[in-house]
Every structure is written in C-alpha cells, then in structure tokens.
C-alpha cells in the first residue's frame, strides 16, 4: 500500500505535520486511531492547495481533542496565541484553527438513510464505514496517522486511480437516491477539476435527477451557492443543463451561451459575487417564475428583494432608452430599486444606451448630494412638512442636471422657489 509520508512532507506546512504526528500518537496513547480524510487527501495526491483538514477518529473525537487541547502547542478551550479549539461534545466534534490552518476532527461513524432525501441516522463506525457514507471514491480517501504507519494510503473505493483516470465516481448504486445533493456536487468537482462522470455514476445521475425534489430548499441553495463560488460557475451550469439538472431545479432556468457571456463579463469587473450570478442566472425569467424559485430555494433578506426587483426593473427598462431622458429623470427611474438588482440588469441588457444609464446611475448619480440639507432649508425659511422633502428632492435633480453647482447657486435657486414657483 502507497505510503504518502514524503509527499505529506513535500506539500504540507510543517507545523500541520508536527501537529498530525502529535494526534496520531495521542490517538494512540487512548487506544484509538487517527485519518486524515476528505478534500485535503485528494488535493494533496493532485498536488491542489487546501488548507481545510479533516480528521477522523476511530472511536471518540472529543476525548481525543481535549487531549490535544491541553498538550504542546496547541491553545486551550479559549483563543490562545492564535489558535484556537472548539470542543461540541453532542456531534462528538472539535475544531482547531491556527491562522488560514482549519483543521475538523470528528468520530468515525457510519450511516443509513431511512428515506431519499432525509438526513441519515448515524452511528460510531470504523474508517472504512466513515468512507463509504461519502459521495465519490476521490473524497473516500485517508491517510493513517498512527505513529506505525503513518502516510498509509487506506484507499478501498479505487479513489487514487479515479484520481488518475479523471473521473467522479460514486460509491454505490443508491447514492444519488440516498441524497440527491451529490448530483450537484458531481458536476461541480467534474468542472473544477477538469474530470468526467464515470460512465454507470452519469447513467445513474441521469435516471435520478428527479431525486433532486426530495431535497429542502435550504440543502439545495446551499448547494448551489457553492456551485456559484466556483471559478466558472458557467460551466457547471451549462453542464447541469446539458444532463436536465438545472431544469429539475426549475424548467425555465438556462446554462446556455447568453449566461456563461455574462457570467465571463461580471468577473472582468470586479471580484465575482455568487448573488449577482444568481440574479443573472434568473435574469430569462418571468415574475411568476422567480416567485416559484425563491420558494423552492428558500431565498430571503436582501437577496431575495433583489431577485423580485429583477422582473419590474426590466419592464422600466426601455424608458432608460428615450435619448432626451436628462440625468434627472435617470435618478428617479432607478431611485427606488436596490444596486444588487441595477448591477444585473446592467450586465444582463443588450442596448448600449440603456447599460450605459444603469452604469452611470450606479457609479455616480446615486452618490451625487446637495450642499444645502433639511437644516438648511429651514433656515432659508421653508417650513417643515412635505414641501421640504420636495424641494430636497428637486434641489438633488437640478444638482444631478447641471443646473446648480455650488452651494451659494442651491441657495439662490431656494430663494427663487420661495419667491413664488414650487410651493
Ligand atoms: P471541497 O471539496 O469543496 O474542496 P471538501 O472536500 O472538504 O471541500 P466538504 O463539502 O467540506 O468538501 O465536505 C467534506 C467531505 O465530506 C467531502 O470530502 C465528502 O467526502 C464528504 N461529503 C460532503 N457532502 C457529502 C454528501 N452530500 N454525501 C456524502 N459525502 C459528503
């Protein structure tokens, strides 16, 4: 069997290794055995960085951690000289953190799934039931840290060769069944990776995509958001609709050309954000439909507000096109909808003109302010109430016109209004 030690060596921090030699031998020392599993296996055998770290433990993972806690180098309970371990003795967890180093140490257990889609019932297990409840054979990994054999590859599901072949692998004939959320995680570690689905995991893929409906709203959100944070989440998407994954998802929902252009021009801009993807992923679609989409993904808070605002701000769109519209009259068209909502429209529309407004509107005109404020105004003698707000506003649209300049011009342009005009 492969032993990684050197390797281990050659790519990880040093004082990540110091720190497994130290748990594995401390594992020992109570009679258990300690893995490392998961991401940070796979990528280290890519030669990927990951500084996520997942440990497990044949038998008692908090015990384990509370050893650890009080041993060398590593703080107690509380934030100690930058590191930091968290002990959750009910889901026999704990965390340790130093600096970017995230490090999760949990018992090993073994699952069973009383229904599609529910979340399994779960007991203490060894590694090899540890690794077959995971969703393919390049995640089913683990490197033994007993002091023995440390570096041991324990490899039953072929994951290594997977790895070298490039493909995506489940581990059993139920799994997309058991949870369909593994469909989307497939497709998003065939993109990143540049792998495929092995022949019989898309056949089945394909005949289970249905599953995908016994899955909350929140586990499927949670998925796509990580789909969305990828480097190109376009591909994932246009993949997805190639194999009838996104229309399980929704019917009207498109990965095709249109979006991965969009998606391509929002990264050239700025830092991607996967709400403005999601806001262009439903850009195509009607209110009805969004309606239906933030229900099935549970979408609340600012995110779901912009996502409604996508529809209406599209049926105020063509007005943004009347080339006498002065800048005014841009401001309060665009006045009441939130920036998120503005930014995706702006990517999304095809006219020059209207896209130019929207960007105008977002990177100046909402900032412009007047130097006379409500204070002021009172000064000069308009008395409170609604003609105050008024004539704020309409301070704000003659500043945004080019009409006053400085404050001394807003001033004479409030007299000129008490003298007689907006009342
Ligand atoms: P990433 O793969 O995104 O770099 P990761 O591999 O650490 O990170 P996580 O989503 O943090 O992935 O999950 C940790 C491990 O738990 C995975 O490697 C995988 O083996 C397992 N896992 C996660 N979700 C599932 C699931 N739905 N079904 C089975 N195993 C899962």
Same mark, same amino acid.
């Given at each position: ?22 748990? @594995? ?5 109570? $009679?258990? /055995?300690?893995? #490392?599993?998961? *991401?940070?296996? =796979?990528? +280290? ?105 440390? @570096? ?5 599901? $072929?994951? /290594?060769?997977? #790895?070298?072949? *490039?493909?995506? =692998?489940? +581990? ?123 229900? =099935? ?127």
């Amino acid at each position: 069997m492969e032993n990684l030690a050197s390797k281990m060596r050659e790519r990880l921090p040093a004082e990540l290794i110091a720190f497994l030699r130290i748990a @594995g031998e401390g594992a020992e020392a109570q $009679g258990q /055995r300690l893995y #490392l599993v998961g *991401g940070a296996v =796979r990528d +280290l055998l890519l030669e990927r960085p990951n500084l996520d770290f997942d440990l497990v433990v044949e038998g008692d993972a908090p015990r384990l951690a509370r050893q650890l806690a009080k041993g060398e180098g590593i703080g107690g309970e509380n934030e100690k000289g930058g590191e930091r371990v968290t002990v959750h003795r009910q889901f026999g967890t704990a965390k340790f953190r130093r600096g970017n180093l995230s490090i999760d140490l949990v018992t090993a257990r073994s699952e069973t799934y009383a229904k599609p889609g529910a979340l399994p019932t779960v007991q203490p297990g060894t590694i090899r039931d540890d690794l077959l409840r995971r969703d393919f054979s390049i995640n089913a990994i683990a490197i033994d840290l007993s002091p023995a054999s440390f @570096g041991q590859l324990v490899d039953p599901h $072929g994951g /290594r060769s997977d #790895l070298e072949q *490039g493909l995506i =692998r489940i +581990l059993h004939e139920r799994s997309f069944i058991d949870d369909a959320t593994r469909i989307l995680r497939a497709l998003r570690y065939e993109q990143r990776l540049g792998f495929k689905l092995e022949q019989n995991t898309e056949r089945l893929l394909r005949e289970h995509k249905s599953m995908l409906d016994t899955i909350s709203g929140d586990r499927i959100r949670h998925e796509l958001e990580l789909i969305l944070k990828e480097d190109c989440p376009e591909q994932i998407l246009e993949r997805a609709q190639i194999l009838g994954v996104l229309q399980q998802l929704h019917p009207s929902l498109r990965g095709n050309g249109w979006l991965a252009e969009r998606f391509r021009e929002a990264r050239q801009k700025a830092t991607p954000d996967p709400a403005l993807y999601l806001l262009l992923l439903v850009y195509p679609l009607s209110e009805e439909e969004i309606e239906h989409l933030i229900a =099935r993904l549970k979408i609340v808070g600012e995110l779901e507000r912009n996502m409604r605002q996508v529809p209406r701000l599209k049926g105020d769109l063509t007005a943004l096109a009347d080339p006498t519209l002065l800048p005014s009259g841009v401001y309060r068209l665009l006045k009441h909808y939130p920036p998120g909502t503005i930014a995706a429209c702006a990517l999304a529309c095809d006219s020059p003109i209207i896209r130019s407004r929207l960007e105008r509107y977002l990177n100046d005109l909402r900032y412009v302010k007047t130097s006379l404020d409500g204070e002021d105004l009172k000064r000069l003698g308009v008395g409170l109430g609604p003609r105050l707000g008024k004539m704020l506003e309409a301070l704000r649209e003659a500043k945004l016109d080019g009409r006053v300049s400085t404050k001394e011009e807003e001033e004479a342009l409030v007299h000129q209004w008490l003298g007689g005009n907006l009342k």
